[in-house]
């Protein structure tokens, strides 16, 4: 595997479920994020680990948890999702968080439907 | 208003034609510029990044700033069918310290016909 992979690509889930999304950066970074991209709309930011800290959350319901248990993988625990938070959901990372200022790698993303 | 701002399109021009594609910006602060590309079902890649004012080029691109009109420009030449996809510009550097925030347009949908 190489660059930065996300599993899984779709998933559809209700709003009473409980699912989550995992990233991988093969890249030997050690800043990571978590992007939403919704039809129409800006990404927006999400979260931001920095040497798996959690350095910022972006105003983010807490219906969304974030968890990097090392600089390689990061997860998005979902549950008790609301339509509108159907989105692709982006994964990226970059050397550090000073270079993530300019130079972030993004994986594929999870296409999400929340039913 | 939206820190940044970006047309959407879609813009279609035929192969071998310039394709012009801007931004504009309202936070002065802003000190990196980023291209990305998506293809349709795939993330974004980074095209190329730009510190403060001036031009870079990397073979058919060409990323501009103009940091006193808050405006910045991505040109490809020769445009191939293989340039279609979603455009969205980046910017980032506002002055609060190194954080990682990326601050994107809502990009632009590229047409390339042959």
């Known amino acids: 595997e190489t660059g930065v992979t996300q599993t899984p690509r779709h998933l559809v889930m209700g709003m009473t479920n409980k699912k989550s999304l995992k990233c991988e950066q093969h890249?030997?970074?050690?800043?990571m994020y978590w992007y939403k991209q919704s039809a129409k709309k800006p990404l927006e930011l999400m979260f931001v680990?920095?040497?798996?800290?959690?350095?910022e959350n972006n105003s983010v319901p807490s219906r969304f948890s974030p968890e990097c248990p090392n600089s390689s993988h990061l997860f998005l625990h979902l549950h008790t999702l609301q339509p509108e938070d159907s989105a692709l959901y982006l994964c990226?990372?970059?050397?550090?968080?000073?270079?993530?200022?300019?130079?972030?790698?993004f994986g594929p993303g999870t296409r999400l439907t929340v039913t | 208003q939206k820190e940044v701002e970006q047309d959407p399109g879609p813009l279609s021009v035929p192969e071998g034609a310039i394709v012009s594609l801007n931004c504009t910006y309202s936070?002065?602060?802003?000190?990196?510029f980023m291209w990305y590309r998506q293809y349709s079902r795939k993330g974004p890649e980074l095209l190329m990044y730009?510190?403060?004012?001036g031009n870079k080029e990397d073979g058919r691109f060409t990323a501009q700033v103009d940091k006193s009109s808050k405006y910045i420009s991505l040109f490809i030449r020769d445009s191939q069918p293989s340039d279609s996809a979603t455009y969205l510009c980046?910017?980032?550097?506002?002055?609060?310290?190194?954080?990682?925030?990326?601050?994107f347009g809502q990009g632009t949908t590229l047409q390339v016909k042959p």
């Open positions: 990226a990372s970059s050397q550090d968080i000073a270079s993530g200022d300019y130079e972030q790698y």
């Open positions: 980046a910017m980032s550097g506002d002055g609060s310290g190194n954080t990682g925030k990326l601050i």
């Open positions: 730009t510190y403060s004012s």
């Open positions: 936070n002065s602060a802003f000190q990196y």
């Open positions: 890249l030997g970074h050690n800043a």
């Open positions: 680990y920095s040497l798996e800290e959690r350095v």
